[in-house]
Structures are given as structure tokens and as C-alpha cells.
């Protein structure tokens, strides 16, 4: 079981390898926020990674963006690095009844 508290996931360009392109073209990425049954939300990061500008080993300092996931009971809160929210939700803990199961067959 996870604790309460905050969770920091970072997504970021590694190195372009030496490749750039004429028209400076993003390097189409996007990261997934998933909690399932409760939300599934997609964040697209193209527009922080312009190819030219290379990646984190590359020398560029901004080829990475951060996200925080908050956990408060059955709660989970993701946020990004400029606390926009990107996703919300409760984890429902539904038990079925042993009747509620005998309904069901």
C-alpha cells in the first residue's frame, strides 16, 4: 500500500544524439497518467523538447518538466510543475455484499 504524501515524477529528453532538424521539429512524447477506474489522462510534452535544442546530457538544462502525485486516503492528485492540475480522482474501496453476489449468478 502506498503512504499519503507526494510523489515526484520527472519526464525528460535524454540526448538528441547529434541529430537536429531544419524546421527545429519537437520530439513527440507525451506521458500518461493512469489510476484505473478512477482517471487516464494523457499529457502531451512535445512542445518542451525541440529537437535542436538537445537533451539533458546535451547540455540543455530545460529537457525535463516535473509532476507531483499527491496521495490523501483514497485520494490521488497530479499536478505539474506550475501546479496546474492534470488529474483528480477517489479510489472507490465498493465491497459487494455476499447477497449483492448471490444477486449477480
Known sequence: MIRDG???????FWTNNGNASSDNSN???SIDFIKPGVFYQT???SSLFPLNDGGLIDGNSNAI?????NK????YTVT????NEIAQGKLQT?????EEKQ???
Open 103 to 105: 444477486k449477480l449468478k
Open 72 to 75: 490523501s486516503g483514497t485520494t
Open 43 to 45: 499529457v502531451n510534452l
Open 94 to 98: 465498493y465491497r459487494m455484499s455476499i
Open 6 to 12: 507526494d510523489y515526484i515524477v520527472d519526464a525528460s
Open 27 to 29: 520530439v513527440p512524447v
Open 80 to 83: 505539474d510543475s506550475d501546479d
Open 65 to 69: 518538466t516535473s509532476f507531483t502525485v
